[in-house]
């Protein structure tokens, strides 16, 4: 029996490649509780990595397979998210006990209020934690089937090829960079953060006039 933590990202390829990239990516994005604590931008990252060509070594992982596994989990699982959130999804939201998921959430909320439907959906899905949340909180606040599922589409493309390229183009241009994953991964998670930014200074601001 193959005892894999779904956490660790370097297990995770190692053991399953492409497939577990497909797997963990369609939990992450959009299966609730199960999926926040799961890696999105830190598997996609190092997949890209892996799939680059060294001086010293081929490639570990075959780059379109990445790819395809990385949209299909990415689209799949947030329509399945939105599904789930659309049948319940505000009930198991308020009767989680995890307060990052109702904080998560909550900022999933203000995301869609601020952007609206169609940018909201795009942005989100670069805000670890915040796009496992999203999609079930668009389908229980009644976002239209036809407006989340081409969104979805647009921001699942973007985020998850657009990570996976970037890791290849640095695994192909610079040499060791499997020695600097770490830091790399860390710049990776601050970056897809910056966008909810205005959302935390609109809410540190109405709690400071409150």
């Not at 299966?31 to 001086?55: Q, R, S």
């Not at 070594?57 to 399945?80: E, F, K, M, N, T």
């Not at 939105?82 to 049948?87: A, D, K, S, V, Y």
Request: charged content about 15%; overall charge positive; glycine content about 10%.
């Amino acid at each position: 029996m193959i005892a894999v933590n779904p956490m660790d990202s370097a297990a995770v390829l190692a053991t399953f490649g492409a497939l577990g990239v497909l797997v963990v990516i369609f939990a992450e994005s959009g299966l609730l509780v199960v999926g926040f604590f799961l890696p999105g931008d830190t598997l996609l990252f190092p997949a890209g990595v892996l799939c680059a060509a060294t001086a010293d070594q081929a490639p570990r992982l075959v780059l379109w397979q990445v790819l395809l596994c990385a949209a299909v989990g990415a689209l799949a699982g947030a329509q399945v998210g939105f599904l789930l959130g659309r049948h319940g999804g505000r009930a198991l939201l308020a009767r989680t006990s995890k307060r990052r998921v109702r904080e998560a959430a909550a900022r999933a909320e203000k995301l869609l209020a601020r952007y609206g439907y169609g940018k909201a959906l795009v942005i989100g899905r670069f805000v670890p934690m915040v796009r496992t949340v999203l999609h079930p909180a668009a389908g229980a606040l009644g976002v239209p089937t036809r407006t989340f599922t081409i969104w979805q589409i647009v921001g699942g493309l973007l985020w998850s090829q657009s990570i996976v390229l970037a890791g290849y183009t640095l695994g192909a241009s610079v040499p060791g960079i499997d020695d600097f994953l770490l830091p790399l991964i860390a710049l990776v998670v601050v970056l897809s953060l910056l966008p909810m930014l205005p959302v935390l200074t609109d809410a540190r601001r109405a709690k400071r006039d409150r």
